[in-house]
């Protein structure tokens, strides 16, 4: 099959900011895997844009301090942001570019703080760690619910 290329382009992606801890423990810790598992996930995200292209903030916190619960091994906070513009952007649609920016955009975003993480953690005690599949789907719906809710609060 031949890849049709889409018609958002990723221009550049940088990590603003990263922390990483190992948080050691003093029991022998039986399945890595187990313990990755019931790591806590706290995932935002925001859209900035201009006349030339469309920035995407993702930060994504795993097993991070702020959590009471925090278990032994990585504690983690990465930002990265993914610079994006439009090829062929007067056939598009506003509402075909806010899917695309949307799914896909937060879709490569995430990917890319995913290579980053498996880098990091890759030499690091317990082995690389690779961050969960995410539903981009759930995240939106909780992000659209946060912002009614914040205008909700301002119109009042």
Not at 23 to 39: G, M, R
Not at 59 to 67: A, L
Not at 74 to 95: A, N, W
């Amino acid at each position: 099959m031949k890849a049709v290329l889409s018609p958002l382009v990723l221009k550049d992606f940088a990590i603003v900011e990263s922390r990483f801890e190992f948080v050691p423990q003093s029991d022998d810790v039986d399945d890595i895997e187990v313990l990755f598992n019931a790591y806590s996930i706290d995932l935002d995200f925001e859209y900035s844009k201009n006349e030339h292209f469309i920035a995407n903030a993702v930060r994504v916190m795993i097993n991070h301090p702020e959590d009471s619960n925090k278990l032994a091994g990585y504690s983690l906070m990465v930002e990265g942001t993914s610079i994006f513009e439009f090829k062929d952007s007067d056939e598009l649609t506003l509402e075909d570019k806010a899917s695309l920016i949307n799914y896909s955009g937060l879709s490569i975003t995430i990917n890319q703080i995913r290579g980053f993480i498996t880098a990091l953690t890759s030499y690091a005690p317990f082995g690389r760690y690779n961050l969960p599949t995410i539903d981009v789907n759930d995240l939106l719906s909780q992000k659209h619910a946060i912002m009614e809710k914040d205008k909700e609060s301002e119109s009042k």
